[in-house]
């Protein structure tokens, strides 16, 4: 099983630009960062950086209803899986380090929040590395209130 990991990331799916792969890969990683150990080896298998360029993706045009509808669901569970692993301090300063709490504030910036749950889950996400790290966020994200009562669920 410690091989599982690297092998699942060095599998071309990992590369592919197709929406709904990565959606997939996503979701694997997301029911992995479950289990501790299994979020050290894809810290050590650079998950992070793959899920952070998949928040990324949230810029790019869409021409495609049903395209943007499975971008934007593979970002919010890229933003859960985020969360997820970021349950210790070594792994959420990582985040950190890697552009992954600048991109996550930058999403909630311009993402609507009547649009889908992408806003509540990225502040549940920026609450969770930051706790970890003794980072202020509130002052980023803007509305403290909200991110302190969200429901914690999504991780």
């Known amino acids: 099983s410690s ?21 997939q890969l996503v979701t694997i990683i997301i029911n992995m960062a479950k289990v501790p150990i299994a979020r050290i080896q ?6 992070i ?3 952070i360029n998949i928040l990324g993706q949230r810029g790019r045009k869409v021409k495609e209803l049903t395209c943007s509808s499975a971008l934007d669901k593979t970002v919010s569970k890229a933003v859960i899986a985020l969360a997820r692993l970021s349950q210790d301090s070594s792994t959420a300063d990582m985040v950190i380090k890697l552009g992954g709490l600048r991109e996550l504030v930058s999403l909630v910036k311009v ?6 749950e992408i806003p509540m889950a990225i502040m549940v996400a920026v609450k969770t590395i930051t706790s ?9 994200l803007g509305d403290s209130d909200e ?7 999504f991780v």
């Open 3 to 23: 091989s599982i990991i690297p092998c699942l990331l060095a599998y071309p799916a990992y590369s592919s630009s197709s929406i709904y792969i990565q959606d």
């Open 42 to 47: 894809m810290v050590q298998a650079k998950v």
């Open 49 to 51: 950086q793959f899920l």
């Open 111 to 116: 993402v609507p929040t009547q649009e889908n």
């Open 132 to 140: 970890c790290c003794n980072v202020e966020y509130e002052a980023e």
């Open 147 to 153: 991110v302190g009562n969200s429901d914690e669920s």
